[in-house]
């Protein structure tokens, strides 16, 4: 019998990967990364040089072409396996990563005239410079009772559709006008392969506010924001939503010549990337909480009924797995937070003992922090070095290290980093909680579970639940994979749904880490401290943090 094989593309912040995933197994057969070349750019623009403002952070979409151009020909060429044995392609991307297009679909910072407009370019997940668009869109949406708002927590994020579009109206309404289309990076990816428009009802659902039966908000709520705004979804908006699971449309005939893929290869519709890793991990029901963990972590559970409450980031109903009600929650920065302190914050002596032991930085932080017992650094932290997604959805919060001595070591400060998300993960599941949710058990994915095992072992002491780990390298590309395999359909040798295809494909570890009690019961005590100080600093008892980030932007808060 002829094997076939579906690829999954992981479109993440700093690299794009490609996986080649055997249909009938699950067995990751090969895999490839390709950097962005450009990376983030957060500091200043490329070709002028100029200087980015504070929070920005911005792509290069040539980038995502150059890792289907790279990775997908390697993952071919190291499985040796025939174009004609691949029948389908998933993709899943970070987002709300979002650019204007022109007319044709060209990404508008790739023609000459637009190049050195900072708004031209691709805005990342994390730009989050626009908080004031954000505020505007939710205390506008409150006054005015759209009923959407409370399907997204009660707050919209500034990391989102409408207020990074909001942004480029206020901040360049010269180039918001010249954009025929604004589109989710993951959306134009899948255009590129297939030459249609197909938006994701993932992206767009939890990303742009739509909704399956009422559709996007309003053109009288978007007026209200600025009379200039009120035809963004017909005009910029604009293009089927189509389920997640169908196929978006075949691989065009240069795309094909580009990866060595057969034309017609059946393209999955988008997804993103934390949503992508929940079939990954067999999770196709409710009551199980995905903690998709890297950069940053997203919180994904499924449920049968559809409620709101504080911390909910979005519900989308078919959102992550048709039939339930997709529930999102997330931490702006999690190894993210850990690789500023590596990076920016380590003293000279522990990189030379690192070196000496032959460990990453990482590896030997970890190591010496696992020597101590909890509460024995005498540190607290709030996790917020990119301000609050969930509980308070707030970017302009930032990071807190409480208890500094002349005696504190640096694995003390990375180990109270580690602690920090995992309260800031608590506060979710205690938001979710409060809601109305059941949460029962927890499956780890991303590529912090595989990297960094103190991590996971305070997550399980800190939230007091077994936590089980996905047992593949890279799971978003390995639920794009699957997702492929839909789109490909069972008359291609692919599956009817993805709850067939996670039933065939997807597993976790046998090793999982369950809570130490004694551990467990000095963590409630800390966290009693976390919550404390989360509510003061965060809920405007004391407005230090942004009074800080006022001063330093110039203000005179
Ligand atoms: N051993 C480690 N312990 C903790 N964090 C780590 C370790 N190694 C890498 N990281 C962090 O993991 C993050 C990358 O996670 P990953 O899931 O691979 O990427 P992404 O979120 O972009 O998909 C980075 O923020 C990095 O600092
Ligand atoms: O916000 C979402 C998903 O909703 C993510 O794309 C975003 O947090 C980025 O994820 P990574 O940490 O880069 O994996």
């Not at 150059?66 to 040796?80: D, F, G, K």
């Not at 204007?100 to 994390?126: I, Q, Y």
């Not at 309404?173 to 289309?181: F, I, N």
């Not at 920090?420 to 590529?447: H, N, P, W």
């Amino acid at each position: 019998m002829k094997r076939v094989y579906t690829i999954g593309v992981d479109f993440g912040t700093e690299s794009g990967r490609a996986l080649l995933v055997d249909i009938t197994n699950g067995q990751e057969v090969a895999t490839h990364v390709t950097p962005y070349p450009h990376g983030v750019m957060d500091e200043v623009l490329i070709h002028s040089g100029s200087k980015l403002e504070q929070d920005w952070a911005l792509q290069h979409p040539g980038d995502y072409l150059e890792v289907i151009r790279q990775s997908i020909p390697s993952v071919l060429a190291e499985a040796n396996v025939s174009p004609d044995q691949v029948i389908g392609i998933g993709i899943d991307f970070t987002a709300c990563t979002m650019m204007p297009l022109d007319a044709g679909g060209t990404p508008l910072c790739m023609l000459d005239e637009w190049r050195d407009h900072p708004h031209s370019w691709v805005k990342l997940w994390k730009h989050h410079a626009a908080q004031d668009e954000a505020s505007l869109i939710n205390e506008t949406a409150k006054r005015r009772g759209e009923t959407f708002l409370a399907r997204y927590g009660g707050k919209l994020s500034s990391e989102w559709m409408l207020a990074k579009s909001l942004q480029i109206l206020n901040e360049a309404p010269e180039l918001y006008e010249q954009a025929v289309l604004f589109m989710e990076a993951a959306d134009w990816v899948v255009m590129q392969l297939t030459g249609q428009l197909a938006r994701s009802s993932c992206t767009a659902g939890y990303k742009a506010n739509w909704h399956k039966r009422e559709g996007y908000p309003s053109r009288q709520f978007l007026q209200s924001l600025d009379p200039r705004f009120g035809d963004l979804v017909e005009k910029k908006l604009r293009g089927p939503v189509k389920p997640l699971g169908s196929k978006a449309g075949g691989l065009t005939e240069s795309m094909a010549a580009l990866t060595g893929l057969l034309p017609g290869t059946a393209v999955a519709v988008a997804n993103i990337d934390a949503h992508a890793m929940v079939p990954a991990v067999s999770v196709v029901t409710p009551g199980k909480l995905v903690l998709a963990m890297g950069t940053s972590t997203c919180h994904l559970i499924l449920s049968d009924k559809e409620v709101t409450g504080e911390g909910i980031c979005g519900v989308v109903e078919d959102g992550i797995i048709p039939g339930y009600y997709g529930y999102e929650a997330g931490q702006s920065a999690v190894g993210d937070i850990f690789a500023w302190y590596v990076d920016e914050a380590v003293p000279e002596y522990v990189r030379h003992k690192a070196a000496e032991e032959r460990l990453g930085i990482h590896e030997w932080l970890e190591k010496e922090a696992a020597q101590y017992a909890p509460g024995q650094t005498g540190l607290l932290a709030i996790d917020w070095w990119n301000g609050s997604r969930s509980v308070l959805m707030d970017a302009d919060l930032s990071g807190v290290i409480l208890g500094l001595t002349l005696q504190t070591k640096p694995a003390e400060i990375y180990r109270t980093l580690l602690e920090a998300t995992a309260f800031g993960t608590r506060a979710i599941i205690d938001a979710f909680t409060e809601s109305g949710m059941d949460v029962q058990e927890l499956y780890a994915c991303g590529g912090l579970p595989q990297r960094n095992r103190l991590l996971m072992q305070i997550y399980a002491d800190v939230t007091g639940k077994e936590i089980k780990v996905a047992d593949t390298v890279q799971t978003a590309a390995f639920g794009a994979a699957m997702f492929g395999a839909v789109a490909a359909g069972k008359e291609q040798g692919g599956f009817g749904s993805i709850v067939e295809a996670a039933e065939a494909m997807a597993r976790v570890r046998e090793e999982t880490f369950k809570p130490i009690e004694a551990n467990v019961r000095i963590y409630d005590r800390l966290y009693k401290e976390y919550k404390g100080l989360h509510d003061y600093l965060g809920r405007g008892e004391n407005g230090v943090l942004k009074r800080l980030k006022a001063l330093k932007s110039g203000g005179r808060q």
